[in-house]
Structures are given as C-alpha cells and as structure tokens.
C-alpha cells in the first residue's frame, strides 16, 4: 500500500491496480480516503427509532436499536438499512492497458514476466519492474502526504510506441460492500462528467446517489486523455517519450482542491513527508541483541509504523482494516479507537492522530443525546459507525460500553505529549462530558450500596450475554481509571473534584474474582472451574500457527476471544488489581485459554500485562506467539482468521488493530510507565536483548 493516513492505494505487482482478478477477495485492489462515504437511497426515510426494541432493566424500560438473531436484519428494513449505510467506497481504480492497431484491451496477466517490487519505506515510494513484450516497464507509484493526490510516473519504450497506456475507471458501489465495494456493471447508476481544464488538467465530476466528490488529473507532458466508456478512460503519452506522469488528486468538494502541482515537487514533497515522519517520530533499536527473535520484532516494528501512518489518519476513527479493504460495511469501531491511535502519541506523532480525536468533539452533541435517550449524563459514545455518528444495529452494538472511557485515555495521552493550556480547552468538554456517563452508567445496587455495571451491557469479550452479564472486570477498572482521571482534568484546569464522581468512584464494585482468580464477568463465578473441562481445549494454539486448528471449538465454552480481564492492568496501571492475584489470573491464562480463538490485538495486550507484571519472558512469549492471528506477513499485515467446525476460515487479509496494539505495547516495554522501577521493562536483563530507544513516552 502507499499513501498518508487520509488516502490509501493497494497496489498489484504492476504497481497499479491492473490484475485484481488475480489476488484474494479480501484484497480487492481499492481507492479509499477517510472522508468518502455513500449511502444507497433510503425512499422510505428509515431512522434509528425504526430499529428500536425495548429492554428492562434496573426497574425501567430502555430502547435499543438491536436484534436477537442476524436472520433479523433482512426481517427489519431498519435494520437492514441502517446496518449498510452509511459505508465506505472506493474512488476509482487505476490500471494498464495495452493497444493494438487502434484496439485498446486491459494488459494480459500472462504476458507480464520478470516481475520485481519493492516498497522504499524511506521515500514512501513502491517501485515496480517487470517486462512485457521483451520491453522493460518500470513504475514509481506514490501518495502526497498531506494532499490526498495519486502520483505515478510509467518508463518504457512500450510508452513511447504507444503500446502502454494507463486506464482510469471510476465504479458504483456493490451491494455486498465486504471487502470489495465496488460494482463495475451498474454504469447507469452513476455519473461521470468529464471535461479538460486545460490542456494538461483533467476534471472529473463524480456522482453517485446524493454523494458527489471530485478528481482532477495533472497531466505530465505530451500526455492525454479520452473516454473509452461511461466511466472509463485511455491515458497515453505522445510517441515521442518514453515516460508517462499522471497525478490524480481526490477531494469531496472540488472547490478545495488545492492548485495543481509539478511532477518533481510532488514526489520531492512525498520523500520529504515520509523522511519527516521517520525522523521525528519514536524509534527502537534492536541491533546487538542476540535474542533470535530481535530482528522479527523490529521488522514487525517498524512495518506497523508504516501501516498506520498509511492507514490510520483522517477525520474519521479508522476502519478495522484501514483503507485495505472493507469490514464491517466500511463502518469503524469506537472501541478500537485506542488501539489504531494511541501509539502515535506514545511515539510522539500526535499531529497523526488530532483530527480523528476531534471526532469526539465535533458529534458530542449526538453523544449527549444518546446518553440522554438511555436516561444518562454527560455523552454515550457508539460502538459502530459511518461518519453520521448513528448506532449500528446489531446483537451486541449499542450493548458494548468499553469504548466509553477511551476519549479521555486518549486526550490525557494528548495532554502528556503537550500539556498546555491549548490541550486543556481543547478535549475538556469531551472529558467532562464522558466523566459524566461513567459515572451514571452505573447503577447502585438497593441492597449493598455499591455501583454495577450492568445488565445490559456486553464486555469487551464478546461471548456473554447482555441481560445477565454484570460488572465486567475491564469495564469495572477502565470506568474507575477513567473517573479519577476526569477529576484530575479538572483539577488542572483550576476546578473542584466533582462529588458525584467520588461517590461513585468510591462505591463502584470491585473486580469480580473467585478462589483468587479474576473472572471475566461477575455473574460467572464458575468460570475457571467450566473452562478446566477436557472439550474446552486449553491451551491449543500457543505454537504451530494455522497448522494447530486441532478439535472444532466447544460453543458452550468461553475460554475465548478476548482474555480482557488482563486488560485491567497493562493498558491502564491497574490501580484497583491486586498484582499477585492478577499474576495468578495471567498462569491460569496460560493453561486454560484457547488461543485459536484470540484476535490480532490481544497477543500485545496481554504482552502489556505481563510487562506490569514484571514479567518480560512472558511479555515476549505472548507479543511474538505463533497463533493463527498473530502472524505478520511480508508486508506486516495481519491477517484474521476464525476457527470452525471444519477449521480455520480467513475473515480479512489485514486487520490493523494488531499493528496499533504492537506499537503501544513495545512502548510499555520499552519506556515503561509513571513510576517504573527498571529500564525497559518488557524485555529480559539476561543479556540477550539490547534495547535502544528515544522519543517514546512512557504510559500513564
């Protein structure tokens, strides 16, 4: 992929998009910026309240937007509707054509040989070679970096016979959405007016239902364009060069897109963009380590760092697979907001992250008026979204609530990167306002006084129900943390703490255990016992990858998923966990947890724990686990996989909270925590690592 946070582009081997057929569905080859979203037409003016569904609990009736079964959603045309739109689309797809005696055809797979690519991480440039027809073909393939503009530059003599060209096709949006949006055979459901500006400026004016953007097109020299066919169209150069430069710049509003630019200042700006953010964000060093698995870390380190600066900017939360492809119909989850982000402010990228935390101060309106409809203070953030800030419906959506304390970790990372007044008046309000729902999302409980999370709530790990689930261990602490942490803003902003959030904070239970283990859930306390069951195949896929598929997975087990419960300490400072019982709960773990069934991001997470632990062999023996998805491949990608009856079944060729949750949890390792004791903590001090860094803080 190439591209700067707000725009991305996967590539083929062709370094362009020329042989989509050729690769996996769940890489479909996209065009995708942070702002480009689209909705099918909604004649029936469906909205939310259409989906909701009333729910008792604590003595009153709440409405949910949620369904019981997923045969509900095409029952429901609510659901159905709202579950779709709004999504994420791809802008148009770039590739080779070749013409023969006036007959223009796509370039054929079979006759492209010897074909090379490599990606300059250092110049953000992919570079491409490969020989068709005897001829060498060379490709330069870039992203400007802060404008969201495509640059290519093609070198062969095939350019100057005028056997190769460049095709630009701009598609509808598909029905299916997931991972490939596009649906290049409705050309009548869209338009595109084309029109030349100039003699080396191509404008192309899309529209499809009520969502309308713009691409212009600079033109190297001797370079032109016609429409083949609606939608489609030849670039070539003239007969006299062997080189064809073509810069596509994309925007959703024509009348902001910036003033054309020349070939050489564009890539210069690109190489400078990427020097930029490779010299003044953190780094690790590795070298002189003997530790075999050093120099796969410090891959996996550095390519993660690329991944997100392509994938994980813009305006919006980012997709659970970036701008890769589509998950989820191209929404974005709010409870995996820290994971994409919160490494650029622990590697001291902050200006990566600002406007998407922004996002929570440009819908804190809507926010309060959720919380408002649930009969709360203060702003209810959503589990999944479009940029219209409205609750996917869902069985588990609007029940998760884990994401609700993430707006104020994020801006005090934000505020110990710049602690200014600036940071303060910035994300006050969102963490005012978020302070207030958790403390009146709990309710206090008749009989013993204290505050419960729930029902109905569903944790982070998703496998319990949402009637009867009560006081999730993460939740219980991440709500506490996030708590005290809103009074310490206001106390630095020159404000008494407030009473209501003392009281709570003083009442909120305690994390759920039994027999001196931590349990998931406070409504299970024969968990640990349940999941020591023989079918419950503990400990399977700690090692071997996908060739460790082993027995189908017990459904009645719930040794799966997310172990969140170590969550409590690692990725806060666990305040309210009892280390020792905590470091007995991590064992137990260990033995009984099927890691067949955990997700990319978990692997670093319970690395995390293990570094609060003192524990750095364990940290490393999680972060670089072989589980089926914890394996990053040539480019660093994650894939996600799920295991089934019949085995393990690929869901995504990439899942970027992996890439995140690395890069904070490498940042514990290294640079520790408020009031650590050792030097990089998450590694051994047996001599077999050296670890060198600067430029990256230490967590809270």
Not at 152 to 169: D, Y
Request: glycine share 8%; with cysteine; proline share 6%.
């Amino acid at each position: 992929m190439v591209g700067n946070g707000n725009l991305a582009m996967a590539l083929d081997i062709t370094g362009l998009q020329t042989f989509r057929d050729q690769y996996s569905d769940f890489s479909p080859l996209l065009t995708q910026a942070q702002w480009a979203w689209h909705s099918f037409p909604n004649p029936e003016n469906l909205t939310i309240a259409d989906s909701y569904r009333p729910i008792k609990a604590h003595g009153k009736t709440y409405l949910y937007p949620y369904i019981t079964d997923w045969a509900q959603v095409e029952e429901n045309a609510a659901i159905s509707y709202l579950r779709r739109n709004p999504h994420r689309f791809s802008l148009g797809r770039l590739s080779f054509e070749t013409t023969e005696e006036g007959e223009t055809t796509p370039l054929d797979f079979a006759s492209v040989k010897e074909t090379h690519q490599t990606l300059d991480l250092w110049t953000g440039k992919a570079l491409s070679r490969f020989v068709v027809e005897g001829e060498q073909v060379t490709v330069s393939t870039s992203i400007h970096p802060s404008r969201d503009m495509v640059i290519v530059e093609v070198k062969s003599q095939l350019v100057t016979s005028g056997r190769l060209g460049l095709e630009l096709a701009f598609p509808y949006v598909s029905d299916a959405l997931n991972p490939d949006p596009t649906d290049s055979d409705a050309p009548e459901k869209h338009s595109t007016e084309f029109q030349m500006a100039d003699e080396r400026t191509a404008v192309f004016r899309r529209k499809l239902d009520d969502t309308t953007y713009t691409a212009k097109a600079r033109l190297g020299e001797a370079v032109s364009v016609r429409e083949t066919r609606p939608h489609h169209f030849s670039i070539k150069a003239a007969d006299h060069t062997d080189t064809l430069r073509f810069m596509l710049e994309y925007g959703p509003d024509e009348s902001r897109l910036e003033p054309a630019l020349d070939y050489d200042t564009a890539e210069a700006d690109v190489t400078n963009g990427w020097q930029d953010y490779w010299q003044n964000g953190g780094v690790i060093d590795f070298s002189g380590s003997s530790n075999p698995q050093a120099a796969e870390l410090e891959r996996r380190v550095v390519l993660s760092q690329y991944l997100t600066g392509v994938n994980t900017g813009g305006d919006f939360i980012p997709q659970e697979e970036g701008l890769y492809s589509n998950s989820w119909n191209g929404k974005f989850h709010h409870e995996m907001h820290s994971w994409h982000v919160a490494h650029f402010l622990l590697w001291n990228r902050g200006d990566h992250v600002r406007n998407s935390l922004d996002w929570y101060n440009r819908t804190l309106d809507k926010a309060k008026q959720r919380a408002a409809h649930y009969d709360r203070e203060g702003a209810w953030w959503p589990k999944m979204t479009g940029d219209d800030a409205v609750e996917s419906p869902s069985t588990i959506n609007p029940f998760i609530m884990w994401q609700q304390p993430h707006p104020i970790y994020l801006a005090e990372l934000a505020w110990r990167n710049d602690p200014s007044p600036e940071t303060l008046e910035r994300y006050k309000d969102v963490v005012f306002e978020t302070g207030d729902l958790l403390a009146t999302f709990p309710v206090q409980d008749e009989e013993t006084g204290t505050y419960v999370i729930g029902p109905p709530v569903v944790p982070v790990q998703e496998v319990w129900d949402a009637g009867t689930t009560v006081n999730p261990a993460f939740e219980v602490a991440y709500y506490a943390w996030g708590l005290e942490t809103a009074q310490v803003w206001r106390e630095r902003l020159g404000l008494g703490r407030k009473v209501q959030w003392d009281e709570v904070l003083d009442g909120l239970s305690p994390l759920p255990s039994e027999k001196g283990l931590y349990l998931p859930v406070g409504n299970a306390p024969d968990f640990w016992h349940n999941i020591a069951r023989a079918e419950c195949a503990g400990g399977q896929g700690t090692a071997g990858g996908l060739d460790a598929a082993g027995a189908a997975p017990d459904s009645t087990c719930f040794n799966r998923d997310h172990p969140s419960f170590l969550m409590a300490t690692g990725l806060i400072p666990g305040n309210r966990v009892d280390p020792e019982m905590m470091r007995r709960t991590m064992m137990a773990t260990d033995e009984y947890w099927d890691f067949r069934q955990t997700w990319g991001w978990d692997f670093p997470m319970m690395a995390m724990t293990a570094t609060r632990l003192g524990e750095p062999e364990k940290a490393l023996h999680y972060l670089m686990m072989d589980a089926a998805n914890n394996q990053y491949g040539l480019t660093g990608m994650t894939p996600r996989y799920h295991l089934g009856a019949d085995g393990y079944s690929k869901n995504a060729d990439t899942y970027f909270p992996s890439n995140g949750a690395l890069l904070a949890a490498v940042a514990l390792m290294a640079a520790g925590w408020d009031g650590a004791e050792t030097e990089t903590p998450g590694f051994p001090e047996d001599g077999s690592w050296v670890v060198r860094y600067e430029n990256i803080n230490p967590l809270p």
